[in-house]
């Protein structure tokens, strides 16, 4: 898009060349055909230095500008205007069924679902109105999917999985896969034996629930694991079987949280932390980046973090215990010369 | 289901209202619609406060309860048969080839083998007798898979991948990927240079394994990955190249295994945990949660914890250095008081 | 393969029995119909005990082998050339689109381009002279792929996403899912809301670039996540949106970088380690294994580890503490019952 079309989109003012721009992109990362932004003059020498092809720059803003400036009240919010303008439109998913689709003639679909090319529905199932499931999904026997509801490509759905309404599932996640559970022990006879307990249970999604890429949640051994309404998940995060997230919570990437534990309302489950098995973590807790969680937190503690889990403060003594014991070393000697002196 | 059905099918007696039941759940967890259980009359509190519409108690219970009650001898006995009364029903994966499958003239099929929609089956492989290859799941050239297993949708097996009998693999399992190798340097006119190193080896995996949803295995760069017979694998974890893990053991969720090393018989890898490169980790050790081994395990120590990994009582001494510092400190500041005081 | 063939490949010398042999291993992993090689006359014991059905030695090797010996000059050039002529064929993916293909009729193809079966290539999307996209593909509308790139089974790219020349990307591997961005808050009757922010932008990934299996990276919320040519990532790898990974870099399994940050040239980030948003990795710096950065690294150290990341020699001093207050301990011991003696 020329500069000029994008700066009377924006109800700016061209001042240079009429470059051509076709993203947005902060000062130092911006290349030619970029458009950046720029709103407190401290950051000239990032402007002076950027590569961008065109900047959006406040009239308060007198410096120079290496290239072309779009000249607007707020460049944060043009900047964000822009990025809508050049996002890749976002691709229509119109009602009906793709003609590669196998969809049960049993599957109840609503008004206005779109199911994409080579998408599977087995029988029994119910996909609510307005559902848009995309190509490439495999969605069990009766599983049922709520109205509003996004499924990018290639997720899977095992029978009998149960997703709310205005969820949105990224691609590759996995819903209702066996929960790892296992009977091991020995024989008379000394000889081991593992064998598989059944996972007779379901998943189940609540209302407004959105699940990252290549995320996997199991189904419960008995009756259902749970995700609360409006919990957030993000990608490559393992959600073991009977866990119940009462709701309105986060779990951040790469994140496990262990069969049987509840996470209460309105947690934060920072990157590659893990919760152990059978516990619970109360109401607004928050477990910290690479924390390892072995037991219920009640709620005392509103932030633990390291492994296993603690607060700041004790973290922070443990990473201080070589310095403490160095001045403690110290004063040891001077003691002890003190004690030799007489 | 009916109250009064479901009490007949567990040889129970009905007392209280005949509600629908369609799950199982703990007493805290359930909801209404739910059939809970309880034997022990010491959790009277959680039977009273329970939101499930019907509850398994034995005769010997004379406590009142919020709702109606299905008496049998042993509660937790009727309620795993009432949790497999309520499982969704197993999707039946009759034999045959769905017509949508592409499955290459050359392919040895078993007798009674299920190939499921949209699945391909490339030239040269073998499929056991009374395997289950799902929908949409990909088998590369030359792959051979044993009698009996079940492979989820969405699964892709490379080229030469060989599975063995009675396995089952979840849903987005990778199995035969390139390992991660590559060669770097600098040429001699100083520039660096990054190389592929050719991945010519293939992944074997013994008969009974359990592999889980969205799990990576690598091909070997030469010669084989292997994962001997009833090894367990939990979803997310990822197997490097040329690892051997003798069989009989278990790798918990989003565990990690780099290559060239080898696992013992019956090891347990728990969750998160990492095990370096080319080491061994002898026979029946376990791995903590999110632990980090650096360097083979000869046995000595049957539980490792920590990163870097260390015994139980090591790690438990670091988490008390500053309750220990802070002791000393105390100690040494008496002496100098002592001392000061003459 | 008979031994005496596969000697006559390697120009090798044939003594024993003409057994049958189909993959090369290591000398202790290697069983019957194997090919083990060994040079150093110091392994004796490893060659004596083999399972391999034949081994590849030097002529200066004088001692016996438990199995057919194939003589050769150089043991390990001639394993990897074996290796070469075991390796499963790589399979041809020829020019031209299956007819299970669904590819707009507004995609550009270039020449010599393979797609596979049952993938969808949505409209406005281009494909590189000689890129091979196998089967069961999902590439969304508007994205952009090299040439020579090689796109495996089960991938996703949503939309707008750009990859560069020479690409590998794995089975399973997700591009361009939204990043992970809500506003969350009160409204003024107290309740919480939980708002998603959109996510505008796009991923792109520059030239040579490998990316393992089921390994996700999420689209900008504004301009690119952007992943620089020459990097080479491993399997199960989490990246935010807008991260900004220059080039050269290595990224090892489970690692992840969370939103925004920047990975300099010639990095290595090792598995399980975790980087957090809005930071810059200097050029060079390793990441160790299962380490947490939590703040920027400006290239003074060039090696982290520990979680919280430390140098290695900090890290090795809190693991010894425990060791130091025990010397500390005995010492004031010491002094204390000193004073008392007098």
């Known amino acids: 898009m020329k500069a000029s079309e994008l700066s009377s989109l924006l109800g700016g003012i061209l001042e240079g060349a009429d470059v051509e721009l076709s993203a947005c992109a902060g000062l130092e990362e911006a290349r030619p055909g970029d458009l950046s932004f720029c709103k407190d003059v401290r950051h000239r020498a990032l402007v002076e230095s950027t ?15 290496p290239c072309t ?15 809508r303008i050049f996002a890749p439109a976002e691709p229509k998913r119109e009602a009906g069924v793709h003609p590669t689709a196998l969809v049960d003639e049993s599957v109840k679909l609503g008004e206005g679902v779109h199911v994409g090319a080579f998408t599977v529905i087995e029988k029994g199932a119910e996909i609510g109105d307005g559902a848009v499931i995309e190509a490439q999904v ?11 509801t996004h499924i990018y490509p290639q997720v899977t759905l095992r029978e009998g999985t149960v997703v709310g309404r205005d969820c949105i599932i990224h691609c590759g996640v996995r819903l209702g896969g066996d929960g790892y559970g296992f009977n091991n022990g020995r024989r008379e006879d000394g000889s081991v034996f593992i064998e598989k307990i059944p996972q007779l249970g379901v998943v189940e999604i609540g209302d407004g629930v959105e699940i990252g890429s290549n995320t996997t949640i199991d189904r419960a051994r008995i009756g259902r694991t749970y995700i609360g309404p409006m919990t957030k998940i993000d990608n ?23 069969g049987s534990t509840e996470i209460g309302y309105g947690c934060l489950i920072w990157a590659q932390a893990g919760v152990s098995g059978h516990i619970k973590i109360a109401d607004g807790v928050q477990v910290g980046p690479q924390a390892g969680v072995p037991q219920s937190l009640d709620g005392t503690q509103k932030y633990v973090i390291g492994s296993p889990a603690m607060s700041m403060k004790d973290l922070a003594a443990i990473t201080l215990a070589p310095k403490m014991i160095a001045k403690l070393k110290g004063e040891v000697k001077a003691i002890k010369s003190r004690l030799e002196g007489r």
Chains 1, 2, 3 share one sequence.
């Open 51 to 65: 590569k961008a092809s065109a900047v959006l720059l406040s009239p308060e803003w007198t410096e120079k500008a």
């Open 69 to 83: 400036v779009i000249r607007v009240d707020d460049p944060n919010r043009a900047c964000m205007e822009a990025a």
């Open 236 to 258: 490559l995060v393992q959600i073991g079987h009977n866990v119940k997230v009462k709701g309105y919570s986060g779990l951040i990437a790469q994140s496990g949280i262990a």
């Open 138 to 148: 495999f969605i069990g026997e009766g599983c049922r999917i709520g109205g509003s």
